[in-house]
């Protein structure tokens, strides 16, 4: 199985984080390819720079393939997805968004913490 990690998933792998739960370990393991999308570099380059989370995105930029992960650019076919995407639950955040549309065009399943993400269903998985 090929997954796509979201960001506060990618941040907590990388930093060893306790709040990534075993289920979600063993997914990554299991996985034959660990995506991190471009989008979630910049999502924390944006977030980091008004102070809502401390991590520094040079440093989240590297970690991706110090990690065995590998960086999925976002494209055209990406963005052009979004636009099909459901309004699920009144959910407007643009990283998110775009995630759960490279993880259909791709295809790849998402890995998420994230109830509002999980809400849009079909390849998304909670953990």
Request: a neutral charge; glycine letters at 4%; hydrophobic letters at 50%.
């Given at each position: ?19 990534l ?10 996985a ?38 590998v960086e ?41 913490a994230?109830p ?12």
């Amino acid at each position: 199985m090929r997954i796509l990690l979201d960001t506060h998933v990618f941040i907590w792998a990388v930093t060893d984080s306790r709040r990534l739960g075993k289920e979600a370990r063993q997914v990554m393991r299991d996985a034959t390819e660990v995506f991190v999308s471009a989008a979630s570099i910049w999502e924390i380059a944006i977030k980091s720079a008004i102070g809502k989370i401390k991590a520094d995105p040079e440093e989240m930029a590297r970690a991706i393939v110090a990690s065995g992960f590998v960086e999925l650019p976002i494209t055209a076919a990406h963005a052009t997805q979004v636009a099909r995407l459901p309004l699920v639950n009144d959910h407007k955040d643009p990283f998110d968004r775009l995630l759960v549309a490279q993880s259909i065009v791709e295809p790849l399943v998402l890995l998420t913490a994230d109830p509002k993400v999980a809400a849009y269903g079909g390849l998304i998985r909670a953990v």
